[in-house]
C-alpha cells in the first residue's frame, strides 16, 4: 500500500453517492481502500462542511465520516505552519488553503498529494500535486 495526503475533493467523490460521475466516486473509494492515507484537521473541518452543506448529509452521518478518518495518520497545524502556507501561497500564486494542504502532506512526511484543486503533476516546494481521475502517480493496480 502506498501513502497519499488526500485533499478534501477526493474524499468528497467518495462520500458522495447521488453524484452523477460515479466514475470518479468509485475512484475516489478505491483509492481509499488502497492506499495509506494522511490528512490534516483542515481537511477533517472542510469534509465536514462540504458533507453537510454540498452533500446534505445529516450532523450524524457527517460526524461518522469525520470520526472514520480520525483513525488515519491526522496532521494537526500549528501556527507556524500557517505563516509558512501564506508564504508558500504568494510563492506559487495558489491559494493559502491549498497552500496549507501541501504544508500539511509535508509535515506527514508524504511527497504526494491527491488533489482535483491543484495543478495535476505540479512540485510545489517538496510536494507533488497528483490528480488521481488523470493518472495515478502512485498506480499498482
Not at 462520500?15 to 492515507?37: E, G, P, V
Not at 509535508?106 to 505540479?122: F, K, P, T
Request: net charge negative; charged share 20%; proline share 1%.
Amino acid at each position: 500500500m502506498s501513502a497519499a495526503f488526500f485533499d478534501t475533493n477526493i474524499i468528497a467523490y467518495a462520500a458522495d453517492s447521488a453524484n452523477a460521475d460515479q466514475s470518479k466516486r468509485d475512484r475516489a473509494r478505491h483509492l481509499m481502500q488502497t492506499r495509506t492515507i494522511a490528512i490534516s484537521t483542515q481537511v477533517m473541518m472542510e469534509l465536514y462542511g462540504v458533507l453537510r452543506k454540498k452533500l446534505a448529509y445529516g450532523a450524524d452521518a457527517a460526524e461518522n465520516w469525520i470520526r472514520t478518518l480520525q483513525e488515519e495518520t491526522v496532521v494537526a497545524l500549528s501556527p507556524g505552519d500557517v505563516i509558512e502556507a501564506i508564504q508558500s501561497a504568494s510563492r506559487h500564486g495558489i491559494s493559502h488553503w491549498d497552500a496549507l494542504i501541501l504544508i500539511a502532506a509535508s509535515r506527514a512526511g508524504l511527497d504526494l498529494v491527491y488533489s482535483e484543486d491543484l495543478s495535476h503533476g505540479q512540485t510545489y516546494d517538496d510536494v507533488l500535486v497528483c490528480n488521481p481521475f488523470i493518472e495515478d502517480f502512485l498506480q499498482q493496480d
